[in-house]
DNA sequence: TCCCATACCTTGACGTTCTAGGTACGCGCG
DNA sequence: CGCGCGTACCTAGAACGTCAAGGTATGGGA
């Protein structure tokens, strides 16, 4: 991820995981690749912000946890969207349309 | 600016502030004014970061600024683009583009 | 055997923003 | 005249989130 990318991820992470797991639950380093997935590697979501973001929403509420197993046999800790999870990725969504057409506002060309 | 708003504003207020001086050299204090207005106070810009983050864009090569006098006779310190804000602003915006394409891939309804 | 991918986690440094102050001046109001 | 308000600059300290870099452990393939 570029320099300026790495910035303006800052805030939209934990709208990221939100809706990530709205799809269902899913394991944290899942939750990672498949962001990068799906956003063609635009962004990254490194360790050592994933394992603290996931930390702190639990700690919020928007999101629980439990242990499981994996395909292969691993010890996985599977995360899920709680009703304060789905109702705090309503909120955020929203705002992040708010900032993007607030964005477009200023950005708009000459 | 509603707390979720506070995050998502990391990264974009460089853009924010290039992008305003585009439109010509404006002193700090009007710079805030302008992207709060243009917005409609959906960015709202505290001193706090504004002034640290003029001298840190004026130290990365940027920005220029000159003191002059505002219409009221205050003493206030006028900003302008330089050739290198120019190419800055040019790569932000382009890469502000990705990222909102790409989070419109994550957040695309079920 | 060794390395890689999976899967979890932590530590410390870093950068950015905010809160909360400070300075200074001109204008309008009572 | 005194006072508050808006303009206009600036700073220090704290809070917060991310990152780089490390650690642990296991299973599969070369």
Redesign the pocket.
Known sequence: ?PDS???I??????LLILKTLSWGPR???????WIEETTDDVM?????????????MQKRGWIK?GWGE??????????SLTPAGRAELRAQSAQWDVMVKAMARVLRPA
């Open positions: 991820m990318n790495r910035s991820l800052q805030g939209t992470l934990d394991h944290g380093y899942a939750i990672a690749r990254r979501i490194e360790e050592g912000s994933l394992y603290p973001a996931l930390y702190r946890s994996s395909d292969i046999g691993k010890r996985i800790r599977i995360y």
